[in-house]
């Protein structure tokens, strides 16, 4: 079994940063790819930003603000989060890859809110 452990969401006014992390254990070999997403209610999960062989994509409402990075000796990804706006306001869920089967973490608040 492989999970995904969020940390580092909270609540903080607009123009703060916040800096997410995601903690993959279990039996892991090797981890493909791994990204963030975030949920809004009524709204569909969507990407934020993916890191896989080097190269990362950001959703265009994030490029210039987030940073996505990975410490493959920790099996963990990073989130990166400056010039927070309201809309950022979300759950972010951590997603990773591991050869064809897909796993999400429990998810992890970030309130924007002044």
């Known amino acids: 079994q492989v999970q995904l452990v969020e940390s580092g969401g909270g609540l903080v006014q607009p123009g703060a940063s916040l800096r997410l992390s995601c903690a993959a254990s279990?039996?892991?070999?090797?981890?493909?790819?791994m990204g963030w997403y975030r949920q809004v209610p009524g709204k569909a999960r969507e990407l934020v930003a993916g890191?896989?062989?080097?190269?990362?994509n950001y959703a265009d409402s994030v490029k210039g603000r987030f940073t996505i990075s990975r410490d493959n000796a920790k099996n963990t990804v990073y989130l990166q989060m400056n010039s927070l706006k309201l809309e950022d306001t979300a759950v972010y869920y951590c997603?990773?890859?591991?050869?064809?089967?897909?796993?999400w973490g429990q998810g992890t608040q970030v309130t924007v809110s002044s």
């Open positions: 997603n990773a890859w591991l050869g064809k089967y897909n796993y």
């Open positions: 279990g039996i892991i070999v090797s981890i493909n790819e």
């Open positions: 890191i896989s062989g080097g190269k990362n």
